[in-house]
Every structure is written in structure tokens, then in C-alpha cells.
């Protein structure tokens, strides 16, 4: 599967942004799947996960601001972002998995990446 996300840009704190991770070459339903972040000088970290059975994992961080979600008939991994803040900024990747359970959000479970889009939240 190949994945490419869309959606990003820059944004005022309090703000909005709806990011898109379309799938190619396969169905997102046959995958969990996850979006993960990047700011510069920090380490990756996740950010949200639905497995196979529907089950959303969420970062504290993010819990109450962001929803992942899968739209099957687009072929499409959606992450709604609300209240951002400056400390969301960063590349934010999504990636798919081949295991139907994911226990908690770890980078490990992903095997296909997409190339990432830039979140920017100012103050």
C-alpha cells in the first residue's frame, strides 16, 4: 500500500485542520492504521491509531482535541484536529500496519509510511 497525506499548513493557535492520508494499492480496511508527528530536534511520536476491530488509541497530549477516522469508501485515513495549539506543530505522518490489534500506539506496529505534511500552529 502507498500512502500520501494532505491537509496541512498554518494555522492560529485555537485553530482547525483535517488531515488526509489516501491509500493506494490497497484498501485502508485491510489495515490498522495510525498517524505519528515530528517537530524538529524531537523524536517521532504517536499521535493516534485505529486497529482493525475500530479500536482509536490516542496520545494524551492530543485526547478530546483530534479524531481518527477511516472513510472506506475514499480509501482514506482522516485525522480532525481542533483547539491546536503551538506545540502541535510538526510533520505529521500516517502509516499503516498489517496487525489486527494494536495494544497501544508504538511506531514498531507500522510497516508503510507516506511522505508527511507540515502542521503549523502559531501563537
Known amino acids: 500500500v502507498q500512502l500520501g497525506e494532505s491537509g496541512g499548513g498554518s494555522v492560529q493557535a485555537g485553530g482547525s485542520l483535517k488531515l488526509s492520508c489516501a491509500a493506494s494499492?490497497?484498501?485502508?480496511?485491510?489495515?490498522?492504521m495510525g498517524w505519528f508527528r515530528q517537530a524538529p530536534g524531537k523524536e517521532r511520536e504517536g499521535v493516534a491509531t485505529?486497529?482493525?476491530?475500530?479500536?482509536?488509541e490516542y496520545a494524551d497530549s492530543v485526547k478530546g482535541r483530534f479524531t481518527i477516522s477511516k472513510d472506506n469508501a475514499e480509501n482514506t485515513l482522516i485525522l480532525h484536529m481542533k483547539s491546536l495549539k503551538p506545540e502541535d506543530t510538526a510533520m505529521y505522518y500516517c502509516a499503516a500496519s498489517d496487525h489486527w490489534t494494536l495494544y497501544y500506539i508504538d511506531a514498531g506496529y507500522f510497516t508503510y509510511w507516506g511522505q508527511g505534511t507540515q502542521v503549523t500552529v502559531s501563537s
Open positions: 494499492g490497497d484498501s485502508v480496511s485491510v489495515y490498522s
Open positions: 485505529i486497529d482493525r476491530h475500530g479500536t482509536r
